[in-house]
């Protein structure tokens, strides 16, 4: 089962304690694809510019990645550049050039539309609402969003939360979009605003899983050393989507196996800069990891 996926395909530059990357591949999209790479075929929707390399077109590529939704523009590719704390949960915007995406209005080749499970990547609402648009018999939608939307386009974020089933979000964005401090309340008037259910990353912390009858909560793996943690929230939810497209089964019990799947996937991610760490990975050390996660949580045999 295909999934689709619109958002950012991007140049990062990043500053962590462990050094600094300039201009590598990065973006919400990109994470999200390759993540869900490894579970089920992906269909990228996004822009680029001129200056986007062959070679990192290549990296999509070699992982079977669909790219004809992914247009190429005049101008320059969307550019980000974050700074992280020593304690790597907090990271400052440091420069953030839309460039090739402001105005952008996507539009899915005809191979796309008939999709059953989507993700809207972190990308503007707009853009989020302009792709549910042209889907004809959508399964499953889950958004991500930040900050940045949260607070420059709230009535657009509004209306794409009553159209989606799982809304991914980390706990700072959860009380800004809500308005709640607390997680637990957070997640209740999220679950308001028209989601089934709302996932909340909450970085080396793990995630809790939210709907109006449970709740559901798994740690991140356990890792003696991150060392950049870019993309990790897409990288889970591409595990977690592919899972869902490769097992069928959005029962609770298969909403909780995709949860720490995506949890394998992000550990993974933030263990090398962007995404190298990723581009080496294989579909056997993800399942040895999750077998590892099994052993890791369980507390009552
Ligand atoms: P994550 O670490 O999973 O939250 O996502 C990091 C990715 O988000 C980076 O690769 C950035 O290129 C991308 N990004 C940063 N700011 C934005 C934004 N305002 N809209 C969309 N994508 C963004």
């Given at each position: 089962m295909s999934i689709l996926v619109v958002g950012t395909v991007a140049f990062d530059s990043i500053e962590t304690p462990h050094g600094s990357a300039d201009h590598v591949l990065g973006g919400s999209a990109s994470y999200f694809a390759v993540a869900a790479s490894f579970f089920s075929p992906v269909k990228i929707v996004g822009v680029i510019g001129r200056d986007f390399p062959a070679e990192y077109m290549d990296l999509f590529s070699r992982r079977?990645?669909?790219?004809?939704?992914l247009r190429r523009n005049e101008g320059a590719t969307f550019h980000w550049r974050g700074r992280y704390h020593e304690d790597l949960n907090v990271r400052d915007t440091i420069e953030l050039h839309l460039n090739v995406l402001s105005g952008f209005v996507p539009r899915l080749p005809e191979?796309?539309?008939?999709?059953?499970y989507v993700f809207l990547g972190n990308i503007d609402p707009a853009m989020q609402i302009e792709v549910l648009n042209q889907l004809r018999q959508v399964r499953l939608v889950a958004c991500d969003t930040m900050d940045h939307w949260i607070q420059g386009s709230a009535g657009e974020l509004r209306k794409v939360l009553g159209r989606i089933e799982i809304l991914i979000i980390n706990d700072s964005e959860a009380r800004l979009l809500s308005g709640e401090h607390n997680i637990v309340r957070a997640a209740r008037a999220i679950l308001k605003m028209g989601p089934k259910a709302v996932l909340i990353k909450r970085g080396e912390y793990g995630v809790l899983q939210f709907t109006d009858s449970s709740v559901f909560a798994t740690p991140a793996y356990p890792l003696e050393e991150v060392f950049d943690p870019t993309g990790a929230g897409d990288s889970f939810a591409g595990g977690f989507l592919g899972q869902l497209a490769r097992a069928r089964d959005n029962s609770q019990g298969g909403l909780r196996r995709a949860i720490v799947y995506g949890s394998v996937v992000a550990s993974f991610t933030v263990?090398?800069?962007?995404l190298k760490r990723l581009t080496q990975l294989s579909l056997a050390e993800i399942e040895e990891r999750y077998r590892g996660f099994i052993e890791l949580t369980d507390f009552h045999t």
């Open positions: 079977g990645i669909d790219l004809e939704g191979s796309y539309r008939n999709a059953e263990e090398d800069f962007g």
